[in-house]
């Protein structure tokens, strides 16, 4: 089974800061690792993914995350951050192990960003 | 819009009673997930169907249940309620078997008194 941790329940940053919103996962077999974001009253919308290949994947919104094997974590950044990414950021993890379903996807318990003006 | 449509939006209910959520999925979707957003939980699988078969199960009670139709829009029932089923529930949709992306629809938020 695999579990996903993130670091940080909540983060506020200013305006134009850089950000960057943990993510530690657990796994005996490969993962494909997701950032998943909650605008307010709305449902989850997928900002990232990492399948294989570079280990650096850029999504939308200006966002990327690297991924690191050694140390098991995908963490999320932005350079720069506007009033408009305030939301909840979730990372989840699923795999590719036989017969599971690619769809199963288990959450981390999200971050809330705060940009503050 | 993610294209995932969710009814009701908003659900109370008393305790013991029974509950129908319903999803349709995005056109041309087959997998249709279900997902339980709780506070103390976070966000938790519940079940997928492909095509009209159950794909994979989660941590899903015995006294839920889903099913998919032959048009693929999918019902997750809820009966027996307890306080602690309170939540948003999430349906979403994906063409194939998930990885790739899933859609999620804004969910149904249920609460159980």
């Known amino acids: 089974a695999q579990s996903v941790t993130q670091l940080d329940s909540q983060v506020p940053v200013f305006e134009e800061a850089p950000v960057e919103l943990r993510c530690n996962y657990s796994?005996?077999?490969?993962?494909?690792l997701f950032w998943y974001v909650q605008y307010p009253n709305q449902g989850l919308q997928l900002l990232l993914k990492?399948?294989?290949?570079?280990?650096l994947v850029k999504g939308i919104n200006g966002f990327e995350a690297e991924f690191n094997k050694s140390q098991t974590s995908f963490h999320l950044r932005k350079p720069s951050v506007h009033i408009s990414d305030t939301a909840e950021y979730f990372c989840?993890?699923?795999?590719?192990?036989?017969?599971?379903?690619?769809?199963?996807?288990?959450f981390g318990q999200g971050t809330i960003l705060t940009v503050h003006p | 819009d993610s294209g995932v449509t969710q009814t009701p939006k908003h659900l109370i209910t008393a305790t013991g009673q029974r509950v129908t959520l319903r999803c349709s999925p995005r056109?041309?979707?087959?997998?249709v997930y279900w997902y339980q957003q709780s506070l103390d939980q976070g966000l938790q699988f519940l079940i997928q169907?492909?095509?009209?078969?159950?794909?994979a199960k989660g941590n899903i009670l015995e006294r839920f249940s889903a099913q998919q139709f032959p048009d693929l829009h999918s019902e997750l029932n809820l009966s027996s309620l307890e306080l602690g089923d309170s939540a948003l529930y999430f349906c979403?949709?994906?063409?194939?078997?998930?990885?790739?992306?899933?859609?999620f629809g804004s969910g149904t938020q249920l609460s159980v008194l």
């Open positions: 989840a993890v699923t795999t590719n192990a036989g017969g599971t379903s690619y769809g199963k996807l288990t």
């Open positions: 990492y399948l294989s290949g570079s280990t």
């Open positions: 979403a949709s994906s063409v194939g078997s998930g990885y790739e992306k899933l859609f």
């Open positions: 796994s005996s077999v490969s993962v494909y």
């Open positions: 056109s041309g979707d087959l997998s």
């Open positions: 169907y492909y095509n009209g078969e159950e794909r």
